[in-house]
């Protein structure tokens, strides 16, 4: 067992009961900010990279257990509510138990999740193991940023979650070519057996290097009906955007959700001010930047990965293109991602958060809008000179968004903080989906059956027509069986034009949202108690 340290995390003002009242830690590998930051990205990476590898496996998954659609689509959402719901508490946890622990059960949790999926022979095993994915995942994620926020200094912290961003971004962009790889020359089990010797290697080196770091005032007691309404409220509310495109927007089953959401969120709030040890001190929120942060997250995540959604299909259905060319014609991003988040971390601690972050979402904004000009003629290096502009744009975003939320946050509740951060991005994410999905869907249904007339195509009943519909939402071409060539070329070409036009209003409703989000950085302010940092600061 680890020794542990104290630290009080009260403010700037409170520099001396910073101070570690623990032992002074030892030199070498225990402790280490640049070895932690190494231990903690490679079970960061685990989860980032699980958000998109699968997608690419889906299809081979549905073949060999004989799942319908509707099985798939719960690989990705079981996964995706059970990450979503419990972040937030699973950040407490951390606070409560201490950051080294909760990462090494996540990262072993994770890892042994993975190896059971991939010995599954059912759906209904592969989805009932993507919730324990979901659930170690949560763990782990909060308790990364924890350590991060232990272990370095103020003046090191931008660099460390600017590196931590490059991990997730890279990972996240990266999927859809490892993935791939994985399941054209090995089998889908490879996607999630390669889990296993990587989460391995990250409880060894956790196991040597990470220490815990426990503030003095961390939280002793659990909020239990907080920790209940919270999650669900979250549910319904992540469970309502995931459903509403096959619901409809306008369905009382959607509306349901949502309104019980709100009230979910509105009693949780009302039982935090009641309760001695909150799960969420509703006085975080007094904090101006940090909830500008939280906000600008969400935006963030709207913007890019519900802008992204739509490029995959655009890549691969109207280009033609493999999943790994797809893959690779996404590098540009990916690249800039890499590169510009350190120096992202560079700049923030140079000159304070605020100008890159709204220089950031600025050149994302500009970024979108070059994306809603995209066409079925449209070159791979006007594709990559846009890719590339939104990669650069969001690495500030998601290193400074990062950075104000954890270091607005006294030390005690960093791994809150590092819940809220990520609950806002699974969030924004869901909602950037769902909302431009349905920009999307409301183009192509009122464009379609006009483009279809003008093509002179054989008229298309009701029933079929929504079926074309919802093809051409995906980039598809409704083209039936044994349709002569000529024909198919024709049908064809409507269905790649109207979903580039649906694309197109998507994006520049991204490029709004990207917009907005401008104005929200500006709000942000470099962390009050950043400079509580852990006695491993001694190491750099």
Same mark, same amino acid.
């Given at each position: 067992m680890t020794s542990q340290t104290t630290v009080d995390a009260t403010g700037p003002a409170d520099k001396a009961s910073a101070t570690p009242s623990g032992p002074s830690p030892a030199k070498g590998l225990r402790g280490h900010p640049w070895l932690t930051l190494i231990s903690v990205a490679i079970g960061v990476m685990m989860v980032a990279l699980d958000g998109t590898i699968v997608a690419i496996a889906n299809p081979a998954i549905a073949k060999d257990l004989g799942a319908s659609f509707a099985d798939v689509q719960w690989i990705t959402n079981?996964?995706?509510?059970?990450?979503?719901?419990? =972040?937030?508490?699973?950040?407490?946890?951390?606070?409560?138990?201490?950051?080294?622990?909760?990462?090494?059960?996540?990262?072993?949790?994770?890892?042994?999740?993975?190896?059971?999926?991939?010995?599954?022979?059912?759906?209904?095993?592969?989805?009932?193991?993507?919730?324990?994915?979901?659930?170690?995942?949560?763990? =782990?994620?909060?308790?990364?940023?924890?350590?991060?926020?232990?272990?370095?200094?103020?003046e090191k912290l931008n660099m460390a979650i600017g590196i931590w961003g490059m991990v997730i971004g890279a990972s996240t962009a990266g999927g859809p070519i490892l993935g791939g790889l994985l399941v054209q020359h090995v089998s889908w089990q490879s996607v999630f057996f390669i889990n296993v010797p990587v989460g391995v290697v990250a409880v060894v080196l956790g196991a040597l290097i990470l220490t815990d770091h426990r503030a003095k005032n961390a939280p002793r007691s659990f909020d239990i009906l907080g920790i209940a309404l919270l999650s669900a409220a979250m549910f319904c509310l992540v469970w309502a955007l995931i459903k509403a495109p096959a619901w409809g927007w306008g369905d009382g089953l959607t509306w349901t959700f949502l309104a019980a959401s709100v009230l979910g969120f509105a009693l949780f709030a009302f039982w935090e001010t009641r309760v001695r040890e909150p799960l969420v001190p509703l006085g975080l929120f007094r904090s101006v930047p940090l909830s500008a942060g939280v906000v600008l997250m969400v935006l963030m995540a709207i913007a890019f990965l519900g802008g992204l959604f739509f490029v995959t299909f655009y890549l691969q259905n109207v280009h033609g293109m493999s999943p790994v060319d797809a893959g690779l014609h996404l590098l540009p991003l990916t690249g800039m991602m890499i590169v510009g988040s350190p120096l992202a971390g560079v700049l923030i601690t140079k000159t304070g958060p605020r100008l890159p972050l709204a220089g950031g979402m600025a050149l994302t904004a500009i970024s979108m809008y070059g994306m809603s000009t995209l066409d079925t003629g449209t070159g791979s290096a006007v594709m990559s000179l846009w890719f590339a502009g939104l990669g650069l744009g969001l690495a500030p975003v998601m290193v400074g968004a990062t950075e104000v939320i954890v270091g607005n946050a006294p030390m005690e509740l960093s791994g809150v903080a590092g819940g809220l951060q990520q609950a806002a991005m699974q969030i924004g994410g869901s909602l950037g989906t769902a909302v431009l999905g349905a920009v999307m869907a409301s183009k192509v249904d009122n464009d379609l059956a006009g483009n279809w007339a003008d093509a002179?195509?054989?008229? =298309?009943?009701?029933?079929?027509?929504?079926?074309?519909?919802?093809?051409?939402?995906?980039?598809?071409?409704?083209?039936?069986?044994?349709?002569? *060539?000529?024909?198919?070329?024709?049908?064809?070409?409507?269905?790649?034009?109207?979903?580039?036009?649906?694309?197109?209003?998507?994006?520049?409703? *991204?490029?709004?949202? *990207?917009?907005?989000?401008?104005?929200? *950085?500006?709000?942000?302010?470099?962390?009050?108690?950043?400079?509580a940092a852990g006695p491993g600061a001694g190491h750099i």
């Open positions: 079981a996964y995706f509510l059970a990450l979503a719901v419990t =972040l937030i508490t699973a950040g407490k946890l951390g606070d409560r138990f201490g950051h080294r622990q909760t990462f090494l059960i996540g990262v072993v949790g994770f890892a042994a999740a993975s190896g059971v999926i991939g010995l599954s022979d059912s759906i209904a095993l592969v989805v009932t193991f993507r919730v324990f994915q979901g659930l170690f995942g949560a763990l =782990l994620m909060p308790a990364a940023l924890g350590l991060l926020r232990a272990t370095f200094p103020a002179k195509l054989p008229p =298309l009943t009701d029933g079929r027509l929504e079926q074309a519909s919802q093809a051409v939402q995906q980039g598809a071409a409704p083209v039936p069986k044994g349709t002569p *060539a000529e024909l198919a070329a024709k049908i064809t070409d409507v269905a790649h034009d109207t979903f580039i036009s649906g694309m197109s209003l998507a994006c520049l409703v *991204a490029a709004g949202v *990207a917009l907005v989000a401008v104005f929200v *950085a500006l709000l942000t302010k470099r962390g009050i108690n950043a400079d």
